[in-house]
């Protein structure tokens, strides 16, 4: 397949090919594939080797493993990784970094005990509150009675939302939270996808709310429901839904995770921020950024599992 990408651009004549090849970073695509690679095989091994055992995904992730371990040696003996992992474009580097923390999420959801993830999400809830009391403290005193009231609305709210996906799998099973997740997160990918690539390829696309997210496109929203709906129609197996309860649920996880992402955004819009903190990697801001989308859809779709 690496062959074939020189091919298609390597005489230098197919302007579109070049520019695509330039904007992906050509050269460091094995690196990437080998990074994504590595850290989903290691994922495995970790999460099974702190949780051992077994479950539904057990078979699934072993051939993805093995596939993986055959793989990856072979691409790491045809390319400087290190090196090509600082010409990494921001934005595939973002992508690598978003889909390999997604794979160890995945492990974890599948693996790990279920009075587990109440804890969790808890200690989640509170990073997540530490954030927005940073946040808060930028536009009002936190020690008034304004002050107090956002903190405990805040508060109230963030531990109220993230105590739902623990609940579904304590009443339904890991495969359950996991397929919440899912749905919602795919959105968030496709919309990304749809929007960057509709922009690449028709030089602009048609804004959705400008003055709240200028990022946030009608095409990135289209991608976000369609994406959604093939995640959820990938989860029948498990779900046992009929296909227009399936379909039903992928559109309101890609509306209502959007809602949840636009309502972050209107937040850090008064406060005067792009990211709810700078400590994750490759510019996906802080905790509130990563789990935005997921404040408000499991809290929707959940009574009707």
Request: net charge positive.
């Amino acid at each position: 397949m690496w062959q074939l990408w020189h091919l298609a651009g390597g005489g230098g004549n197919a302007a579109p090919v070049a520019r695509w090849r330039d904007y992906f970073a050509a050269d460091a695509l094995p690196g990437v594939w080998a990074y994504a690679a590595g850290v989903w095989s290691a994922a495995v091994d970790l999460v099974r080797a702190v949780f051992g055992g077994a479950s539904g995904g057990a078979a699934l992730l072993a051939v993805m493993k093995v596939a993986v371990r055959k793989i990856t040696p072979v691409v790491l003996t045809r390319t400087n990784f290190w090196y090509n992992l600082d010409k990494m474009n921001p934005v595939i580097k973002r992508i690598v970094t978003a889909l390999t923390t997604a794979a160890v999420v995945v492990c974890a959801i599948i693996y790990a005990p279920t009075t587990w993830f109440r804890p969790v999400f808890f200690l989640l809830a509170c990073v997540c509150l530490c954030e927005y009391q940073q946040l808060l403290g930028r536009k009002m005193r936190l020690v008034s009675v304004k002050g107090i009231a956002a903190m405990f609305a805040g508060a109230l709210f963030l531990f109220a939302m993230l105590a739902v996906p623990p609940t579904v799998a304590e009443r339904h099973g890991n495969l359950m939270m996991l397929y919440l997740i899912a749905i919602v997160k795919f959105s968030d990918m496709g919309g990304f996808a749809f929007g960057l690539g509709s922009k690449k390829l028709f030089g602009d696309n048609h804004k959705l709310c400008p003055s709240i997210s200028p990022g946030k496109s009608w095409e990135g929203l289209g991608g976000s429901v369609l994406a959604s709906i093939l995640m959820s129609l990938a989860f029948l197996p498990i779900t046992h839904f009929a296909v227009p309860k399936a379909l039903a649920f992928g559109v309101v996880a890609a509306l209502v995770g959007t809602a949840g992402d636009l309502v972050e955004s209107k937040f850090k819009r008064w406060v005067g921020v792009k990211d709810s903190a700078t400590f994750m990697p490759a510019g996906l801001g802080g905790f509130l950024d990563m789990i935005d989308s997921l404040l408000l859809a499991p809290a929707v779709l959940a009574p009707f599992l």
